[in-house]
Nanobody
Framework: QVQLVESGGGLVQAGGSLRLSCTAS????????MGWFRQAPGREREFVAA????????SYGDSVKGRFTISRDNAKNTVYLQMNSLKPEDTAVYSC?????????????????WGQGTQVTVSS
C-alpha cells in the first residue's frame, strides 16, 4: 500500500509563493512518475504538473507554466511543487498522485495512488 502525504499549503497573498511537498511511502518511488492536480469548489480536477521517475522530464498545465516548478528528491521519496506569482484563481485543494509508470502523465486516469490534498488559498 502506497501512502502519499502532502504538506505546505496555506494562506498567501496574491503575488506570493508557496512550496508544496508530497512524501511517499514505499521503496519504488524512483520508478514512478509523479503529478500534482488541483480542484477548486464547483470545478473539475485540473492537471497542474508532472515529473518523470528520474526527474528528467516535466510537464505543466497551461495556467501555471512559467510560475510553478515541479521537482523531486528520490532519496527522500518526496516531490515538490514550487508555486510563485500566485493568483487568487490558484486557490484550490492540491493533491499529489503516483503515476502507473516512470513516464510523465497528464491525465488523472494514469495515476493510481492519491494523497488527501492540501488547501492553498490565495487572497487578493
Amino acid at each position: 500500500q502506497v501512502q502519499l502525504v502532502e504538506s505546505g499549503g496555506g494562506l498567501v497573498q496574491a503575488g506570493g509563493s508557496l512550496r508544496l511537498s508530497c512524501t511517499a511511502s514505499g521503496r519504488t518511488f524512483s520508478s514512478s512518475g509523479m503529478g500534482w492536480f488541483r480542484q477548486a469548489p464547483g470545478r473539475e480536477r485540473e492537471f497542474v504538473a508532472a515529473i518523470s521517475g528520474s526527474g528528467g522530464s516535466t510537464s505543466y498545465g497551461d495556467s501555471v507554466k512559467g510560475r510553478f516548478t515541479i521537482s523531486r528528491d528520490n532519496a527522500k521519496n518526496t516531490v515538490y511543487l514550487q508555486m510563485n506569482s500566485l493568483k487568487p484563481e490558484d486557490t484550490a485543494v492540491y493533491s499529489c498522485a503516483r503515476g502507473r509508470s516512470q513516464l510523465v502523465f497528464t491525465t488523472s486516469s494514469f495515476f493510481d495512488y492519491w494523497g488527501q490534498g492540501t488547501q492553498v488559498t490565495v487572497s487578493s
